[in-house]
C-alpha cells in the first residue's frame, strides 16, 4: 500500500492549510490512519490520529485547531490545520495501518507512510 501526501506550503501564523493523503494499491483495506510530523532537530510526533469508525485522537499541543478526518472512499485522509502557529512549522507524514490479502486470501497486515510534505509558518 502507497500512500502520497500533499497539501503542505507556506502560511502565515494565523493562517490555514489542508494536507491530504490518498493511499492506493489492491486487495487491501485501511483500518486507522494518522499524522506525524518531525520539526528540525526534534524527533517525529503523533499529530492526530483516526480509526476506520472515526474516532479521533490529538496531540494537545493542536486541540482546537487541527481536525483530522478520513474519506473510506476514498481511502483517503485529511488534516485541516487553522490559526497555525511557527512551532506548527515541520515536515509532515501521513501513515496508514492496513490489511491485505495475499494469493491465499490471506490477511497480511502492515504500516506505510507518506513521503513527508513540509508546512512552514512565518511570524
Known amino acids: 500500500v502507497q500512500l502520497q501526501a500533499s497539501g503542505g506550503g507556506l502560511v502565515q501564523a494565523g493562517g490555514s492549510l489542508r494536507l491530504s493523503c490518498a493511499a492506493s494499491?489492491?486487495?487491501?483495506?485501511?483500518?486507522?490512519m494518522g499524522w506525524y510530523r518531525q520539526a528540525p532537530r526534534k524527533e517525529r510526533g503523533l499529530v492526530a490520529d483516526i480509526t476506520s469508525g472515526g474516532t479521533t485522537n490529538y496531540a494537545d499541543s493542536v486541540k482546537g485547531r487541527f481536525t483530522i478526518s478520513r474519506d473510506n472512499a476514498k481511502n483517503t485522509v485529511y488534516l485541516q490545520m487553522n490559526s497555525l502557529k511557527p512551532e506548527d512549522t515541520a515536515v509532515y507524514y501521513c501513515?496508514?495501518?492496513?490489511?491485505?490479502?495475499?494469493?491465499?486470501?490471506?490477511?497480511?497486515?502492515?504500516?506505510?507512510w507518506g513521503q513527508g510534505t513540509l508546512v512552514t509558518v512565518s511570524s
Open positions: 494499491g489492491s486487495r487491501f483495506s485501511i483500518n486507522a
Open positions: 501513515n496508514a495501518d492496513w490489511t491485505h490479502l495475499g494469493v491465499y486470501d490471506d490477511p497480511i497486515v502492515g504500516r506505510s
